[in-house]
C-alpha cells in the first residue's frame, strides 16, 4: 500500500467553478501537510502549509486535514484557466515526505 | 528574493557516464531534500541534508548515487555509471528550518539517458 494516495484525474471544469482534490495517507505519525501546483516542465510550487487538522484559507485556496480519517483536501473558488496544472500533495513528518502521484486539473474557459 | 537553483537544467548522458547535478538552495535554509521525479508520478524521496549532514539516505537506489552538501550550502548529487533507469527529473527543495515542512523546489534537470 502507498504512503499516499490521490486520484491522478484528470479533471476538467469550466472556468469559475469549485475544484476539490483530495488524497488518503496510511501514516497516522504524519504531521505536516502541503499542497503544491506544478507546471509542465517545472519544478513544483508551494500552495499551501498546515499542521493541525482543521481548515486554512488563502485567497482563493482552502487546505482542509482531517487526521482522523488521514483525508486531506484542496478546494479552489472561482477556478480560473491559469490553475490549469498539476496538484500534488505531499505529507510527512521528520526527514521524510511523501508525495501523491498528482491530479492534472483543466480548467476551461 | 532567489529561488532554489538547478544545473544543468537538461542533462543528456550515455549509458555508463557519470554525471553531477547541482543544487543552490535559497540562502540560510538549513533542510535540502533531493527527490526523483518519474513521468505522471510525484517526487519520491532520495536524500536529506540538515547542514552540511546527511541525515537520510535512505531513498537512494542504488550505490551508484551519492550526494554531498560539504559547506551547508550547494548540493551535488552524483550518479555514476549511469543506466537507462535513472532517466527522470532530479528535483532538489530547500527549507528555512529543520523541520523539513514548507519546502521551496527548484526547477529539476531532466536526466536522459541513451
Known amino acids: 500500500q502507498k504512503e499516499v494516495e490521490q486520484d491522478p484525474g484528470p479533471l476538467s471544469v469550466p472556468e469559475g467553478a469549485i475544484v476539490s482534490l483530495n488524497c488518503t495517507y496510511s501514516?497516522?505519525?504524519?504531521?505536516?501537510f502541503m499542497w503544491y501546483r506544478q507546471y509542465s516542465r517545472k519544478g513544483p510550487e508551494l500552495l499551501m502549509y498546515t499542521y493541525s487538522s482543521g481548515n486554512k484559507e488563502d485567497g482563493r485556496f482552502t487546505a482542509q486535514v482531517d487526521k482522523s480519517s488521514k483525508y486531506i483536501s484542496l478546494f479552489i473558488r472561482d477556478s480560473q484557466p491559469s490553475d490549469s496544472a498539476t496538484y500534488l500533495c505531499?505529507?510527512?513528518?521528520?526527514?521524510?515526505?511523501?508525495f501523491g502521484t498528482g491530479t492534472s486539473l483543466t480548467v476551461i474557459p | 528574493g532567489a529561488g532554489v537553483s538547478q544545473s544543468p537544467r537538461y542533462k543528456v548522458a550515455k549509458r555508463g557516464q557519470d554525471v553531477a547535478l547541482r543544487c543552490d538552495p535559497i540562502s540560510g535554509h538549513v533542510s535540502l531534500f533531493w527527490y526523483q521525479q518519474a513521468l505522471g508520478q510525484g517526487p519520491e524521496f532520495l536524500t536529506y541534508?540538515?547542514?552540511?549532514?546527511?541525515?537520510?539516505k535512505s531513498g537512494l537506489p542504488s550505490d551508484r548515487f551519492f550526494a554531498e552538501r560539504p559547506e551547508g550550502s550547494v548540493s551535488t548529487l552524483k550518479i555514476q555509471r549511469t543506466q537507462q533507469e535513472d532517466s527522470a527529473v532530479y528535483l532538489c527543495?530547500?527549507?528555512?528550518?529543520?523541520?523539513?515542512?514548507?519546502?521551496?523546489f527548484g526547477p529539476g534537470t531532466r536526466l536522459t539517458v541513451t
Open positions: 541534508f540538515q547542514n552540511e549532514a546527511q541525515l537520510d
Open positions: 505531499a505529507m510527512g513528518s521528520g526527514n521524510q515526505f511523501y
Open positions: 501514516n497516522s505519525a504524519f504531521q505536516y
Open positions: 527543495a530547500s527549507s528555512l528550518t529543520s523541520l523539513g515542512n514548507e519546502q521551496y
